[in-house]
């Protein structure tokens, strides 16, 4: 029960991605079977890709006054320390900053 309400919390209100809720629950001593669990619960409602939508938006304030390519590059960096899927941050990228090729600096 703990794990699956931390992982809940931490997913939705922090925007933390299941790569990263996985290791820090594993940090905590928690057993796989209910990391699995917990992060089958905290990903029901809402999917990563949601999740990963919202830390991307709370990000990018922060990054309005940069270069595009700089802007990408740490976009890109905050959502992989976060524990979103490649996929999800490449996807991402693509949305945010259309013409300016590829972000996978990590």
């Known amino acids: 029960e703990y794990a699956r309400s931390w992982a809940r ?3 939705h209100r922090r925007s933390v991605g299941p790569a990263r809720l996985a290791r820090e629950l594993r940090a905590k001593g928690i057993a796989e079977e209910h990391i699995a669990g917990a ?3 905290a990903f ?3 999917d990563a890709r949601e999740v990963a939508e ?3 938006l709370r990000k990018l304030r922060t990054l309005r ?3 595009p390519e700089v802007a990408r590059r740490r976009l890109a960096a ?5 524990g979103f899927a490649v996929e ?4 991402l990228c693509g949305k ?5 090729g590829e972000c996978n600096d990590q």
């Open 44 to 46: 029901g409602e809402r």
């Open 54 to 56: 919202a830390a991307a």
């Open 39 to 41: 992060l089958a619960e």
């Open 78 to 82: 905050h959502l992989t320390r976060q």
């Open 88 to 91: 999800i941050v490449l996807a």
């Open 9 to 11: 919390s931490r997913a």
């Open 96 to 100: 945010y900053f259309p013409h300016g």
């Open 65 to 67: 006054d940069l270069e």
